[in-house]
T-cell receptor, first 114, second 114 residues
Framework: GENVEQHPSTLSVQEGDSAVIKCTYS??????FPWYKQELGKRPQLIID?????GEKKDQRIAVTLNKTAKHFSLHITETQPEDSAVYFC?????????????FGTGTRLTIIP | KAGVTQTPRYLIKTRGQQVTLSCSPI?????VSWYQQTPGQGLQFLFE???????NKGNFPGRFSGRQFSNSRSEMNVSTLELGDSALYLC?????????????FGEGSWLTVV
C-alpha cells in the first residue's frame, strides 16, 4: 500500500519568514495530494491540494509543488504569521474512482516565533 | 452549507463496552470515511462507504465496523473496547463520484476508554 513520509516533524520560523514542509510517497499511481492544517483540539482543515496533472498550485501565501518523477511534494508558506502555528499533514490518494482513502504523513508541528 | 457533523463530541467508556459514533456528511456528498487519530499512530484510515456500500477498508480488527444509510449518514461501531481505542475519531465526506475528490473532515468524536 501507499506510504507517505513527512519532514521535518517540528519546524520553528520567525514571523515573516518562509516555511517549507516536504513529503514523499511510495505509490507512483497516487494522483491526489492534499494538505491539512490542524489546530489544537480541532479538525484537520484542507488548506490546499494538488492533482498529478499539475506541477504547482498557489493560493495567496500558500503554495504546493509536486514532482511526480521523484514522488515528492512540498508545502510552502510565505510571510508566515502567528496564526499559521499548527500541525500540518500531507496526504496522498488515488488513482482510481472510488479510492477515497487518504494515507497521511506523520505531521509537522509548525511554530511561528513572533 | 453545513459541514460534516459528528456526534457525540466527547464520550467516556469502560473497557469491554461498545460505542457507536454518528456522522452526517455535507449535503450532496455520498462518500463517508472514518479515521482514527492518536498521538502515537497519527491519522489512520478505518473504512469508507459510498451509497451504503463499504468500498475501502483499513487495517483495523473486526471490532471496528461501520455502515451507511440511504441518506448518506454513517455510523461506526467499536465493540469490546480496549484502552488503546482511546482516540479522536474523525469522519470525512466527499462527493465520491470521481477520483481525487476534495475530502472534508468533521470536528471528531473524542473517545476515552477507562
Amino acid at each position: 500500500g501507499e506510504n507517505v513520509e513527512q519532514h521535518p516533524s517540528t519546524l520553528s520560523v520567525q514571523e515573516g519568514d518562509s516555511a517549507v514542509i516536504k513529503c514523499t510517497y511510495s505509490d507512483s499511481a497516487s494522483n491526489y495530494f492534499p494538505w491539512y492544517k490542524q489546530e489544537l483540539g480541532k479538525r484537520p482543515q484542507l488548506i490546499i491540494d494538488i492533482r498529478s496533472n499539475v506541477g504547482e498550485k498557489k493560493d495567496q501565501r500558500i503554495a504546493v509543488t509536486l514532482n511526480k518523477t521523484a514522488k515528492h511534494f512540498s508545502l510552502h508558506i510565505t510571510e508566515t504569521q502567528p496564526e499559521d502555528s499548527a500541525v500540518y499533514f500531507c496526504a496522498a490518494s488515488g488513482p482510481n474512482f472510488g479510492n477515497e482513502k487518504l494515507t497521511f504523513g506523520t505531521g509537522t508541528r509548525l511554530t511561528i516565533i513572533p | 452549507k453545513a459541514g460534516v457533523t459528528q456526534t457525540p463530541r466527547y464520550l467516556i467508556k469502560t473497557r469491554g463496552q461498545q460505542v457507536t459514533l454518528s456522522c452526517s456528511p455535507i449535503s450532496g456528498h455520498r462518500s463517508v470515511s472514518w479515521y482514527q487519530q492518536t498521538p502515537g499512530q497519527g491519522l489512520q484510515f478505518l473504512f469508507e462507504y459510498f451509497s451504503e456500500t463499504q468500498r475501502n477498508k483499513g487495517n483495523f480488527p473486526g471490532r471496528f465496523s461501520g455502515r451507511q444509510f440511504s441518506n448518506s449518514r454513517s455510523e461506526m461501531n467499536v465493540s469490546t473496547l480496549e484502552l488503546g481505542d482511546s482516540a479522536l475519531y474523525l469522519c470525512a465526506s466527499s462527493a465520491g463520484s470521481t477520483s481525487g475528490n476534495t475530502i472534508y473532515f468533521g470536528e471528531g468524536s473524542w473517545l476515552t476508554v477507562v
